[in-house]
């Protein structure tokens, strides 16, 4: 069995990869994609075979999916004006190549989502739908390293800041997203599912910043801004204008409950509660 894992050269995709061989995929069963294969060196020294695979570029896409029976496509990060016509190519080589399961990385609620990002993502499983693809959906919601990621600069300053209000978000780590991935590439009966995925606990960003103050040990809050102010502050802090409006579009949609799942979905794949807050709080920490 023969399975593509698009953006190998990014976190969650190489995560996927590592998940894969950890579930007893042979290296050689596994084709590990990326725009520039020099990131995933080390990966072919294991024995994965690694393939140049442009999103843009169809040719590349007919030759990284050619022989493969199931495939992993890992979202396409911003620009979001770009990532549905990347995704449809992406669709239409592997389904050429004549791969039996597509596995989309899609966000949470993404049928009803109001964000920019779920706007691409519904499109995406509209296609997937509209090309009668053999599929299944992971609608994941936030990554637990989107926060984490932020605690340099929040322990400088004592505050994590955003436009959440009270709005609860269903966050995971990447490598818990990736073992649920790799279970529906190696186990049967995922094909036609729409799992809604996301950690047991879900908090809000006041709790994320209690949360973290505890385990710090110093005091940490949250400081809850308009999306214009957020955009402004992300902006004056170097974040590109179109990531700065995405993230608090984003920070939005969390304040509606769209990043919010209590599916219990993640935790059934994975076989095992999914990663506590303040495990990756204390993780991030060391």
Do not use: C
Request: charged share 20%.
């Amino acid at each position: 069995m023969s399975i593509v894992v698009t953006g190998a050269t990014g976190q969650l995709g190489r995560l996927t990869v590592e998940a894969l061989l950890r579930r007893g995929v042979p290296a050689a069963d596994i084709v590990a994609t990326g725009r520039d294969t020099t990131g995933i060196k080390d990966l072919a020294d294991r024995g994965v075979v690694t393939r140049r695979a442009d999103f843009a570029d169809p040719e590349s896409l007919a030759a990284a999916f050619a022989g493969a029976e199931k495939m992993v496509l890992v979202s396409a990060s911003i620009p979001v004006d770009e990532r549905l016509a990347n995704h449809r190519r992406a669709i239409d080589a592997a389904l050429a190549a004549g791969v039996s399961q597509i596995a989309y990385t899609s966000m949470t609620q993404a049928n009803t989502a109001g964000t920019t990002l779920a706007d691409s993502h519904r499109a995406t499983e509209s296609y997937l739908r509209e090309r009668g693809a053999p599929a299944v959906v992971l609608r994941n919601s936030w990554y637990l390293e989107n926060y984490t990621s932020q605690l340099p600069i929040v322990l400088q300053h004592g505050a994590f800041v955003g436009a959440a209000g009270d709005g609860r978000v269903s966050a995971a780590t990447r490598a818990d997203y990736a073992e649920a991935a790799a279970v529906v590439l190696t186990t049967e009966g995922h094909t036609g599912a729409i799992y809604e995925l996301g950690g047991d606990q879900a908090f809000s960003l006041a709790e994320l910043a209690a949360t973290a103050s505890a385990v710090a040990g110093r005091p940490i809050t949250y400081t809850n801004l308009s999306a214009d102010e957020l955009v402004e502050l992300l902006a004056a802090a170097g974040v590109p204008a179109e990531l700065a409006g995405v993230l608090a579009d984003s920070d939005l949609g969390l304040s509606r409950g769209e990043l919010f799942t209590d599916s219990g979905d993640l935790r059934r794949l994975i076989g095992r509660p999914t990663t506590t807050l303040a495990d990756a709080i204390a993780a991030a920490l060391n």
